[in-house]
């Protein structure tokens, strides 16, 4: 990667080859959004150069100030960038219907048999790889995000904060963009000067997006209303609608209150089925956002069996991932000049050493709960972190990851051959234990 940023050379994709790219990265985005995050790194940054590294990582933290998933609004946005609103609508849509596909039939199988154990068992290898290619990606993150002793100093804090002190995220974002907007002086105004500032047409563009966006994005709530026969799913597409909207940092942001919501207050499900829910998304491939379908074809399963569950896990997956397409097709024309101006990129570099903080925070938690089969959280007055009891370590896990590693580090074998690779060893060392 480390000619990564010379990617002006590199031709705009066909909308063929970026149909194909994108559905090998659906199919491959296994293990949440730091996964996610480093696998487009990988396609899109260091194997076709059609970003460079600062467009990425501008990318990335824009991404990371909006509500909802952050992964699919990032894929969302490079495709948009490449080809404009059908590249967005194809680099969109490829990163989620894969995972929706799969989670559609385990919804159905969960509910006619309750016990999905043997898709953990299929997918162990899988999250063994994922380990490995997120730390490759951090590590590469990093040396490009971290250009200054502040940027190293407001990483750790952010990780500090997320992992021991549990600080909202929406804080540490905000924190990190203040602290380098204040720091940044004007006098780098070579970027800005080259810039195209926005004009009256682009306020139009957007005005005109935002309103055929959210046209498109209540439709389906605004029928249920006026046939006034659903209430089940017009409450459903509701909430499901407030939670794309309210929910900032991350998928990780989403899961914590979508669980208390559906579980405590509307009770859907009971707390077990929420683990297996959670299980399930962290086990497939596509955003983590994934969850509401699973969530809403089993509430809708027991409202009216499987065509209602059906219905609740199609409309769910429309007012969740719809909004996805509003925010980058509204904002996206803008990023450019932001990251042009001085005091902005000052805040948009100042989100991305957050953000390294935060990837290491998933990354630590990820891997703590696949290498052992018990975690608990501890605590000390206002600190707490996570422990791991030694004697759950998963053996299968840990000499998976070490080959996985070799075949990164040292074989330099592609992300698509160690993940099926692992998951075959990971299948056939679970049968075999």
Same mark, same amino acid.
């Given at each position: +990667? ?12 066909? &909308?063929?080859?970026?149909?194909? %790219?994108?559905? @090998? ?13 480093? #696998? ?8 076709? @150069? ?21 992964? +699919? ?15 967005? #609508? ?10 929706? %596909? ?21 997918? %162990? ?33 952010a990780f500090i904060g997320i992992f021991f002190f549990n600080t909202p995220f929406p804080l540490i974002v905000l924190g990190a963009a203040l602290c380098g907007f204040l720091i940044s002086t004007t006098r780098d105004t070579k970027d800005a000067l080259t810039s195209t500032a926005p004009n009256k047409s682009m306020f139009a563009s957007t005005v005109k997006t935002v309103l055929t966006w959210s046209l498109i994005w209540a439709t389906p709530l605004v029928l249920l209303a006026a046939l006034g026969e659903q209430a089940f799913l017009l409450q459903l597409g509701t909430f499901f609608s407030r939670l794309a909207v309210v929910t900032f940092g991350g998928a990780y942001a989403v ?83 932001? &990251? ?10 100042? %989100? ?23 975690? &608990? ?23 998976? &990851? ?14 698509? @051959? ?10 056939? #060392?679970?049968?075999?234990?």
């Amino acid at each position: +990667m480390s000619e990564a940023n010379n990617v002006a050379a590199a031709p705009t994709p066909a &909308s063929s080859t970026l149909f194909w %790219i994108w559905l @090998r990265i659906g199919l491959l985005s296994f293990g949440g959004p730091a996964a996610q995050i480093a #696998l487009m790194h990988r396609f899109v940054v260091v194997e076709n @150069r059609w970003l460079s590294e600062k467009q990425y990582l501008n990318a990335l933290s824009f991404c990371m100030l909006l509500p909802g998933p952050e992964a +699919m609004q990032l894929a969302t946005y490079v495709g948009w960038r490449l080809r404009g609103s059908p590249g967005g #609508l194809i680099a969109g849509l490829l990163f989620v219907t894969p995972g929706a %596909i799969i989670i559609a039939v385990l919804a159905l199988l969960y509910t006619q048999y309750g016990d999905l154990s043997v898709v953990k068992q299929l997918f %162990i290898g899988v999250k063994a790889a994922v380990i490995v290619v997120v730390l490759e990606a951090l590590m590469k993150v990093a040396r490009k995000a971290l250009t200054s002793a502040l940027h190293w100093a407001i990483a750790l804090f952010a990780f500090i904060g997320i992992f021991f002190f549990n600080t909202p995220f929406p804080l540490i974002v905000l924190g990190a963009a203040l602290c380098g907007f204040l720091i940044s002086t004007t006098r780098d105004t070579k970027d800005a000067l080259t810039s195209t500032a926005p004009n009256k047409s682009m306020f139009a563009s957007t005005v005109k997006t935002v309103l055929t966006w959210s046209l498109i994005w209540a439709t389906p709530l605004v029928l249920l209303a006026a046939l006034g026969e659903q209430a089940f799913l017009l409450q459903l597409g509701t909430f499901f609608s407030r939670l794309a909207v309210v929910t900032f940092g991350g998928a990780y942001a989403v899961l914590a209150y979508l669980g208390q919501e559906v579980v405590t207050d509307f009770g859907w499900l009971t707390a077990g089925e929420m683990m297996d829910a959670l299980g399930l998304a962290e086990t497939t491939p596509g955003p983590l956002i994934l969850v509401t379908e699973f969530v809403a074809y089993i509430a809708g399963f027991r409202e009216g069996g499987v065509a209602m569950g059906l219905a609740a896990a199609a409309l769910t997956l429309w007012v969740t991932f719809v909004p996805c397409f509003l925010w980058i097709f509204a904002g996206a024309p803008y990023l450019e000049w932001i &990251s042009a101006q001085p005091r902005f990129k000052g805040a948009l570099s100042a %989100i991305t050493a957050a953000v390294v903080g935060v990837i290491l925070n998933l990354s630590l938690w990820f891997a703590l709960h696949v290498l052992f089969e018990e975690v &608990s959280r501890a605590h000390w007055g206002p600190i707490q972190w996570w422990v791991p009891d030694a004697s759950s370590i998963n053996g299968i896990v840990v000499v998976l &990851s070490g080959l996985c590693a070799v075949a990164l580090f040292k074989l330099r074998w592609g992300i698509a @051959r160690i993940v099926l690779v692992c998951a075959a060893l990971g299948w056939l #060392l679970s049968a075999a234990s």
